[in-house]
């Protein structure tokens, strides 16, 4: 198992040093929109899925060898949502020991309503939810959330994290064609939004292939909309740059594989022996080919 999965240019973040503790697809939200396919694997449990020594073990190595020059944050962000990781405080914590870069968290937002959680956030410098929908039936549609999570609870939870939490809130909301990017859906999650006061938000579409075909990036006007009356960043686009991985090999790729699609010509770009990795790709079981917007892209594939 691989923790860290090397350094991925991001486009809200600069150069994001990614750690995962969660095993894949592993999400209390099944969001149409996910770059990782549908959650077969629901739970709102939370759990130690693994040792936080040993995601700390591998950071410091990595780090050992590439240093901190190489990144601007380390990014807790999962192949599944990171607040169903009981020891999140730990890692953390021990993330700071390590490195004096900037502490990111990448979550869906949903378990804020509970204290312990909110606590075991506090130390991060900068927490990253999402908030796509404005009412239970919005939430349910494009979220899809496990069991009893409600949008009051996810909601209240995010302005209790608000009142509570001292680092930054940088919300992030999915505009999905048909969905959510009529101008009465925006005006309602902005009523949402400023009650929050995130320092920034960001307006993101569905730019790699989502769980459901019928996901449609929204039409300009609209995302152009969206920006100007959340008074927020679009980033619509894909980020530029290069990754850096340990190995460089196989292996790697397909641990970045496992947290977001990738395509092929940042495969060509990124990898020694690009063409070999390609061929392997296509041949894989566990990887799935899809054509999204006229692009090819792998993408880990989602058991059932
Ligand atoms: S987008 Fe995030 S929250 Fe939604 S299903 Fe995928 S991993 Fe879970």
């Known amino acids: 198992m691989s923790f860290v999965y090397g350094i991925v240019p991001s ?98 937002g949903s378990l804020f309503y509970e204290k312990g959680v909110r606590k075991a956030v506090e130390k991060c410098d900068i927490i990253m939810p999402t908030l796509d929908a404005w009412n239970e039936k919005s939430f349910k549609i ?38 959510n990017d009529s101008v009465e859906s925006i005006k309602k999650l902005k009523e949402k939004i400023e009650k929050i006061q995130p320092e920034k938000v960001y307006v993101n579409v569905p730019i790699r292939p989502p769980a459901e075909d019928w996901v449609k990036i929204p039409d300009k006007e609209n995302i152009e909309y969206a920006k100007k009356e959340l008074n927020a960043y679009t980033i619509e686009k894909q980020a530029v740059g290069s990754f850096l991985t340990i190995n460089n090999d196989y292996n790697s790729v397909v641990d970045i594989l496992k947290r977001h699609p990738l395509r092929i010509n940042e495969i060509k770009n990124n990898f020694k022996k690009s063409n070999e990795i390609i061929a392997k790709l296509f041949k894989d079981p566990k990887i799935e080919k899809y054509v999204y917007n006229e692009t090819v892209y792998f993408r880990y594939k989602n058991w059932r």
């Open 142 to 179: 494009i979220n899809r959330p496990y069991g009893k999570i409600s949008y009051e609870m996810m909601y209240n939870g995010l302005l209790k994290l608000r009142e509570e939490f001292r680092g930054q809130i940088w919300l992030e909301v999915m505009l999905i064609k048909g969905v």
């Open 11 to 108: 486009r809200r973040l600069g150069r994001s040093l990614g750690v995962s503790p969660i095993p894949f697809k592993l999400c209390n939200y099944s969001c149409i929109y996910c770059q990782l396919g549908r959650t077969y694997n629901m739970t709102n449990e939370r759990k130690t899925f693994f040792p936080p020594e040993d995601i700390l073990e591998e950071l410091k190595n990595f780090i050992r060898i590439y240093d901190n020059r190489n990144f601007d944050v380390v990014t807790i962000v999962s192949e599944g949502e990171p607040l169903l990781y009981t020891p999140l405080a730990v890692l953390i914590e021990g993330i700071k020991k390590i490195t004096s870069k900037n502490v990111v968290l990448i979550t869906n």
